[in-house]
């Protein structure tokens, strides 16, 4: 007798979701086949039913109500792939409370409400999967979770937003602005219509949130890390990084030291010739150092339909399996039972080497009044890259620092700013030399 098939119920019907349905059709005997029974695609719920997608979707049962998906006994398993944290996590919850499993790539969802639905997916014997929601096809949660999980992390260093890595990558080799860049981010199609989560860093944020409970145990609500976004980097600043044999690129980084857990996201300058360094263009990689293992990569397509189509499907799959064998949870989804109570560190405390680029008067005695002025909070001069003429009235003074408290800075530069002789607030990049 032919083995009953496990139905499957999509919410969303965007990019990803017609992914998941062309990858589905395309590669459902393969599927099928590795399973030892037959994975169906069921229902769609998506509030938009007219729209061709480019795939044939008259074999699904298609509604613009998602209740209709889960409330279906039949489905045991629903992807979620409407995004934000309002009808998703309700959703999400209705889901998991029916006991029904859902794989996600809602990384805004997991980092505000992670706990809450690990909760309920726990308390309702259901469970939850989300390797698509970082790095998108990369499996570095499942590495994480399962592949080191013998190790201690110590730090892990990610270029996890594929939008702000081709902006950054374009601006470097075309020497064009980032609001150049960015509109041939969009024309490609790499950057959403709305890209102000990627470029504000907020969606690396998200990302850096889910790593730091995989790796860390750790849960950190979004608000708690700090954040810059890639919209302040100029020309100017890359061509420096060049110079001194940096390259710039937007970081989300954690790293746990001295009884603390460390986490920021930022443009920051990493050497040119490191491997992160050298991951160009669209791509994602998560470089993660154990104590024992050392240090791992992760590289590969962190967007797009498709790339991210398979982390969802290998997820169902595995979610599929786990309710075959009736052994859900086998792993929880943050690789551990208990989150530890362990202090994240304030953006004050944080101390690292600094890339400061101010716009100054060309007249004599500026030099010395910000040197004075980092010299009185204790902030030390580690090299002076440049004091040009330049035809503009200001001209950059660009300075690399040895390792200085973010508070110190921050108290120094509120002076600086006051200066007369400095005209422009002055940017600060951080310098990353441990890649
Ligand atoms: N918008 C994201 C990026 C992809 O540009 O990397 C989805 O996480």
Same mark, same amino acid.
């Given at each position: ?14 990019? $990803?979701?017609?992914?998941? &349905? ?12 590795? =399973? ?45 792939? $409407? ?8 959703? &999400? ?65 990610? $270029? ?6 081709? $902006? ?51 849960? &950190? ?48 300058? #990493? ?41 969802? &499907? ?55 009044? #910000?040197?004075?002025? =980092? ?33 110190? =800075?921050?108290?120094? =530069? ?22």
């Amino acid at each position: 007798m032919p083995e009953r098939p496990v139905y499957v119920g999509l919410l969303g019907l965007g990019t $990803i979701g017609t992914g998941v &349905v062309r990858l589905l059709q395309a590669h459902g005997p393969r599927i099928d086949e590795r =399973l030892g029974f037959p994975l169906r695609l069921k229902r769609i719920a998506d509030i938009e039913l007219e729209r061709d997608r480019g795939v044939p979707l008259d074999s699904y049962a298609l509604t613009q109500d998602w209740h209709e998906v889960v409330d279906d006994p039949e489905v045991e398993l629903v992807i979620e792939l $409407i995004g934000g944290d309002g009808v998703a996590r309700s959703a &999400v919850l209705a889901a998991l409370k029916a006991g029904k499993s859902v794989v996600t790539a809602n990384k805004a969802l997991l980092a505000h409400h992670g706990p809450e639905i690990y909760a309920c997916a726990e308390t309702y014997g259901s469970d939850i999967a989300f390797e698509a929601s970082v790095g998108g096809t990369i499996p570095v949660l499942r590495a994480l979770r399962e592949g080191l999980c013998a190790d201690r992390i110590d730090a892990l260093h990610g $270029i996890v937003n594929g939008t702000c890595n081709f $902006i950054l990558s374009e601006m470097e080799e075309r020497g064009e602005t980032y609001a150049a860049c960015l509109k041939r981010a969009q024309d490609l199609g790499f950057a959403e219509a709305d890209p102000s989560f990627d470029v504000n860093g907020m969606d690396s944020t998200h990302k850096l949130c889910i790593l730091l409970g995989l790796a860390f145990g750790l849960h &950190v609500l979004p608000e708690a890390i700090p954040t810059d976004g890639i919209e302040c980097v100029t020309p100017l600043d890359i061509e420096y990084a060049e110079r001194v044999g940096f390259r710039i690129k937007l970081m989300a980084i954690a790293k746990e030291r001295d009884g603390g857990v460390e986490a920021w996201v930022s443009p920051t300058m #990493i050497p040119r010739d490191s491997v992160l360094g050298r991951v160009g263009g669209a791509m994602n990689a998560i470089e993660v150092r154990g104590s024992m293992s050392g240090p791992t990569l992760y590289y590969g397509a962190g967007a797009g339909s498709l790339p991210t189509a398979s982390a969802i &499907v290998a997820d169902l799959m595995e979610l599929a399996r786990a309710g075959r064998c009736g052994v859900k949870r086998r792993v929880p989804p943050l690789g551990t039972p208990v989150l530890r109570e362990i202090p994240l560190r304030r953006k004050e405390d944080l101390e690292g080497e600094y890339y400061l680029r101010f716009s100054a008067l060309d007249r004599p005695g500026v030099l010395s009044h #910000i040197a004075g002025a =980092l010299g009185e909070h204790g902030i030390s001069i580690a090299s002076l890259l440049q004091l040009e003429r330049h035809a503009s009235e200001a001209v950059p003074v660009v300075m690399m620092t040895h390792p200085a408290k973010d508070a110190a =800075l921050r108290a120094a =530069l509120a002076e600086i700013s006051h200066m007369g002789d400095v005209l422009a607030p002055t940017q600060v990049i951080p310098v990353e030399r441990e890649i």
